[in-house]
């Protein structure tokens, strides 16, 4: 196992009813930026709860963040966190809300002239304004992570920061939220958080047994409970399952220790900038063919998840690595997500040398567990994917 340290401060506060919860973590004399996506919580209740929850509050609202959370959009909270004093940040909503209000929380600390240069410089934020959430999709564990990935449709780019500022102070989490995610989404959902406890469970191995099985039980809760969450996404046993296994898979804990990959999301992220496609989609196009062309690096790993996860027995390592893929795209299509990028688009020529080309300009010429995944290897995955 390798030498790690960790630190996990976001209190998470799970359970029916729990909105209510907000009147205690939001500091007294706060005035608070409420922000939010497209209105969905206008419509399910959740918006209502917020707002009795804040009634003592002095707060101001920012509604309109996109899915895939968009940098001009934000600067626009931006204006707002400065000329209304601004002193404590609440995101209600998915990935994309709490992903923003992240930004938000870094941008307002920040001393340079362009926010945007937080996602290009590669130095963790260290500094941010206090925020919490109330998170109403479970899928990306940003309500218990400090990562967020921001948009710029200008420029067609989609880039990740994070820093040790940037864990929410609380996130509540109500399983009964779900009840209202439109069966797409909780698809993505589902496909997300299994595909991060992949990056970092599927490398080589380093005898982290504790991490190995943590992250086999997320993926087997995931498998177990996705057939009853489509069918019914007011099922609260469901609900509560799958919330709580999307904020485990990425709130930390399993990749300590361990080897990651996240090469998957680094092309999958280029996928939703060229062509918009929800960001778990574009992880559900990359896998198969990422673990196909990596098979030799990662056969062994391949090869223990298809025997404890999908119970696959018998033949060589190389027989059950690739039944271990085989498995993986089926449970995408068991979601009724589609695995290649022509399904998508019908545009997608030249795709592969463009994500190449990005990669060597931004100089990330090595990348996966092992750091050797050049650009030319990334350009044949995404070939693969077509
Ligand atoms: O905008 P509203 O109206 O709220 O509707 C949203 C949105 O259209 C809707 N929705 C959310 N909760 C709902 C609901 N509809 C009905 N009932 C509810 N309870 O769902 C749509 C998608 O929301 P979004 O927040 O975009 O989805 P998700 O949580 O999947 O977030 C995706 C973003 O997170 C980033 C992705 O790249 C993407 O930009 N990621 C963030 C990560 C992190 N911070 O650690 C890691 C991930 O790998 C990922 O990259
Ligand atoms: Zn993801």
Redesign the pocket.
């Known amino acids: 196992m390798n030498n790690f340290e960790f630190k996990n401060p976001t209190k998470i506060i799970f359970g029916k009813g729990k909105i209510v919860n907000l009147t205690k973590e939001i500091p007294v004399n706060a005035k608070v930026l409420l922000l ?6 206008k ?2 209740g ?1 918006y209502v709860q917020v707002k009795n929850a804040l009634s003592s509050f002095d707060v101001v609202e920012f509604g309109g ?5 968009e940098y001009a959009i934000l600067m626009d909270a931006l204006k707002v966190i400065k000329t209304q004093n601004i002193t404590f940040l609440l995101a209600v ?7 923003g209000t ?1 930004f938000l929380s870094a941008a307002a600390e920040f001393e340079g002239e362009t926010p945007w240069d937080l996602l290009t410089s590669g130095n963790p934020s260290l500094k941010g304004m206090p925020f919490g959430s109330v998170l ?2 479970p ?4 309500e218990m ?1 400090s ?3 921001l ?1 710029r449709k200008e420029t067609k780019e ?1 880039l ?1 920061s ?1 820093g040790p500022a940037l864990y929410p102070r609380f996130s509540i989490l109500d399983p009964q ?2 009840s ?3 069966q797409k ?1 909780i698809a ?2 589902l496909a ?1 958080a299994f595909t ?1 406890v992949m990056e970092q469970y599927m490398t080589f191995p380093v005898q982290g047994l504790l991490q190995d099985r943590f992250a086999e039980s997320i993926l087997q809760t995931l498998i177990e409970v996705a057939p009853a969450i489509l069918k019914d996404p007011s099922d609260y046993d469901a609900a509560s399952n799958f919330m709580w296994s999307c904020t485990m898979a ?1 709130n930390g804990l399993i990749g300590q220790g361990v080897p990651g990959d996240w090469a998957i ?1 680094m092309m999958g ?1 280029e996928l ?1 900038a060229q062509f918009g496609i ?3 989609r574009t992880l559900a196009i990359i896998t198969p063919s990422h673990y196909r062309y990596n098979l030799e690096s990662k056969k062994e790993k391949l090869a223990q998840y298809a025997e404890r996860v999908w119970g696959v027995n018998g033949g060589t390592i190389e027989d059950k690595a690739k039944a271990g893929i085989d498995q993986t795209e089926a449970f995408f299509h068991s979601l009724g997500i589609k695995t290649r990028l022509s399904e998508y688009t019908t545009e997608f020529t030249g795709t592969a040398e463009l994500i190449s080309k990005r990669f060597t300009d931004r100089g990330w010429l090595g990348m996966g567990e092992n750091r050797k995944l050049t650009p030319t290897d990334v350009a044949k995955i995404v070939e693969m994917s077509y």
């Open positions: 939010y996506g497209g209105g969905s919580i419509e399910n959740v963040i996109p899915a895939n959370p909503g998915g990935g994309s809300v709490i992903d992240k109403t999709l899928a990306t564990g940003s992570n990562g967020y990935v948009t989609k990740a994070g939220v779900v209202s995610i439109p989404q993505n959902g997300d991060h990425l999301h992220h939703t929800d960001h778990a």
